[in-house]
Nanobody, 128 residues
Framework: QVQLVESGGGLVQAGGSLRLSCGAS????????MGWFRQAPGKEREFVAA????????YYADSVKGRFTISRDNAKNMVYLQMNSMKSEDSAVYYC?????????????????????WGQGTQVTVSS
């Protein structure tokens, strides 16, 4: 399995930006599809964004499309989520996840069960 640690969460005003980072260790990171998910209080965890193992394909939830950008640096075993134009509804605990395969399709990318490794989460709070 891949071990994942998120960082970069915090408090930001509406309209502001944050960049989340996810560091990976353990099994080979390069060949895993990576994703970001989030869970707000009282709500189920939901898909945010995913990126192929090469970094040449990405997929976003409609709610963040055009505002968030997922990227990765395989040489550093890192995945990032740049969040711009943030809204109060973006407030949640954000989780980094690694799939068990490098297979890319958008259905698998947004399916939580397709991810075998999860980080502990980082809190993001957007004040209005």
């Amino acid at each position: 399995q891949v071990q994942l640690v998120e960082s970069g969460g915090g408090l930001v005003q509406a309209g502001g930006s944050l960049r989340l980072s996810c560091g990976a260790s353990g099994r080979t990171f390069n060949y895993h599809r990576m994703g970001w998910f989030r869970q707000a209080p009282g709500k189920e965890r939901e898909f945010v964004a995913a990126i192929s193992w090469r970094g040449d394909s990405t997929y976003y939830a409609d709610s963040v499309k055009g505002r968030f950008t997922i990227s990765r640096d395989n040489a550093k075993n890192m995945v990032y989520l740049q969040m711009n134009s943030m809204k109060s509804e973006d407030s949640a605990v954000y989780y980094c996840a690694a799939s068990s395969t490098g297979t890319w399709n958008t259905l698998a990318a947004m399916t939580q069960a397709d991810y075998s490794s999860w980080g502990q989460g980082t809190q993001v709070t957007v004040s209005s």
